[in-house]
């Protein structure tokens, strides 16, 4: 059953195509993303339309990246749980031009296993191309090839649009249709401004600011890297700890060592305050078990902050050509040693990975216009 709403626009009453934008989960950049696939359809003179979960439109996640397009698109909330049959079901009274999902994944794998018609032409982000880790590598191993033939099995059939997410800085060739992680950097990285924006965070001069920074929840380590950092052989460490903390890893934190220097922000970083805090950090850790490209990578990247990364091999990936990162395995004394080299690193902006929004909402929406 959906239940048709009016937090922003109208459904009906518009002579515009419409295009369906399907996104029931606010967590994380997935917002982002919508954000960028509205403020896309609205140049090319399409009717954007929002189909999501309840509450979605009230949460803080939509204020901070949908917010400022408050008027420009509609929302559609589903009172249960969004399905392709559902989803199609309602594209098919709207008459909507194409149907967007952005968190894709588990979409291509039922279109790939040939679940589900398709009546209207749907475009697919694969946001995590790897399979996440399993306790057992074998199974892991195997599963891998499985999921990207069921994947681009989705991609032949008729009317339907597969594109792979791959990192902000991935360069080569691929069979598979591709677009780079959207990454912006919004805050200056020269170093006058650094010094301004580590003054205004009230960072002593000689303090060594190690950052865990974004949505952190068990699946970012941060009870590994606070052991790490507690060990490091330097002075004047304080670890900034900023972005939307889950209860398990507020309970990491405060069990951190009681002599360990910490700034603690708790709660959802608008894209500026994310920006600023990566300027900020002397090196920036992300100790990561699932495989996705990294937001938080990308931008330091970008801004020339170093990066410890561990984990996750596509993090490791990220950071094969990268002057200013290094990748571990997950262990604190791996962890002890990358931290203590970057941060002797200099730092290397690199602003030629950025892409417009554009560039990033053409490769869903374009291939499914007809």
């Known amino acids: 059953m959906l239940n048709v709403t009016g937090h922003d626009g109208s459904v009906a009453g518009t002579t515009r195509r419409r295009i369906l934008i399907v996104e029931p989960n606010s967590s994380g950049h997935r917002l982002y993303y919508v954000a960028e696939l509205i403020e896309y359809a609205l140049s090319i003179n399409l009717a954007p339309v929002l189909l999501t979960s309840r509450f979605v439109a009230g949460s803080e996640d939509y204020e901070v990246h949908l917010g400022r397009l408050h008027g420009t698109f509609s929302v559609v909330e589903a009172a249960g749980k969004i399905t392709l049959r559902t989803a199609s079901a309602f594209a098919d009274d709207l ?26 032409p749907i475009s697919v982000l694969i946001m995590r191309a790897s399979v996440q880790p399993r306790n057992w590598p074998i199974i892991t191993k195997v599963a891998q090839p499985v ?34 992680d959207p990454i912006q950097f919004r805050a200056p990285v020269d170093p006058d401004a650094r010094e301004k924006i580590r003054s205004r965070m009230q960072f002593r001069a000689n303090s060594r600011v190690v950052g865990v920074l974004g949505a952190l929840d068990e699946r ?23 972005g939307r903390m889950s209860d398990i890893v507020r309970g990491q934190v405060g069990a951190a060592p009681p002599d360990l220097d910490m700034q603690i922000v708790d709660r959802l970083l608008s894209d500026q305050e994310l920006d600023e805090a990566i300027v900020c950090c002397d090196v920036v850790v992300a100790a990561y078990s699932n495989e ?19 984990g996750a091999a596509e993090l490791r990936n990220m950071l094969v050509d990268a002057p200013n990162g290094r990748w571990v395995h997950l262990s604190i004394a791996d962890l002890v040693n990358a931290i203590e080299e970057a941060l002797r690193l200099p730092r290397s902006p690199n602003r030629d990975l950025e892409i417009t929004r554009a560039m990033f909402a053409r490769a869903l929406i374009d291939p499914v216009l007809v």
Do not use: C, E, Y
């Open 95 to 120: 008459d909507a031009t194409a149907v967007i999902v952005p968190d894709g994944d588990r979409w291509a794998l039922r279109l790939g296993l040939g679940v589900g018609r398709v009546q209207r």
């Open 147 to 180: 999921r990207i033939r069921i994947i681009r099995r989705a991609a032949r059939r008729s009317k339907i649009a597969v594109t792979f997410l791959r990192p902000a800085n991935w360069r080569g060739d691929s069979h598979d249709m591709i677009v780079r």
């Open 220 to 242: 970012k380590n941060v009870d590994l890297v606070l052991a790490a950092v507690s060990q490091l052989r330097i002075p004047n460490i304080v670890v900034l700890i900023a």
């Open 292 to 310: 996705s490209p990294s937001g938080i990578v990308g931008k330091a990247l970008i801004a020339g902050t170093p990066i410890v990364a561990a």
